[in-house]
């Protein structure tokens, strides 16, 4: 079984939108190593993110991204065991809210 967590949030104001893009970089090679896989949306400062993994590493990483100081207002929307994984990677994507939800909440 996997663990599927998805949040939102709010990036904070001291980041410029693109320092995302250092965000995404840095997990992209930590993500992997650990076997998460997933997406983050964003949208101007609102974030979206999916997370999906074996439990207690995403658990332990969902813990770590929620006490980053780089984003606040964090409000998990979902917390799932899924029997198979539904994203084959991890990665940043640019669509929008509406449809990232609808996706989250009917996977
Ligand atoms: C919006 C957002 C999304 C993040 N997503 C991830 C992620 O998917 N994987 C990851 O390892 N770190 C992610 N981070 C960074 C973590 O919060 C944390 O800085 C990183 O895991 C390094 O942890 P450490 O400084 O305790 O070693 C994210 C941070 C933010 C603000």
Redesign the pocket.
């Known amino acids: 079984m996997f663990l599927r967590i998805a949040y939102v949030?709010s990036?904070s104001e001291s980041m410029s939108p693109e320092s995302?893009d250092r965000?995404?970089e840095?997990?992209q090679a930590?993500?992997e190593r650990?076997g998460?896989t997933?997406m983050?949306a964003v949208d101007g400062r609102r974030?979206l993110?999916i997370?999906e993994g074996p439990p207690e590493i995403v658990s332990a990483?969902y813990e770590?991204?929620r006490?980053?100081g780089?984003?606040h207002e964090v409000i998990e929307i979902d917390r799932r065991l899924i029997e198979a994984r539904h994203f084959g990677s991890?990665g940043m994507v640019r669509r929008s809210m509406v449809d990232v939800v609808m996706l989250a909440m009917t996977l």
């Open positions: 949030s990036l995302i965000i995404v840095a997990s930590r993500n650990q998460v997933g983050l974030v993110q997370l990483l770590r991204i006490g980053d780089r984003h991890w």
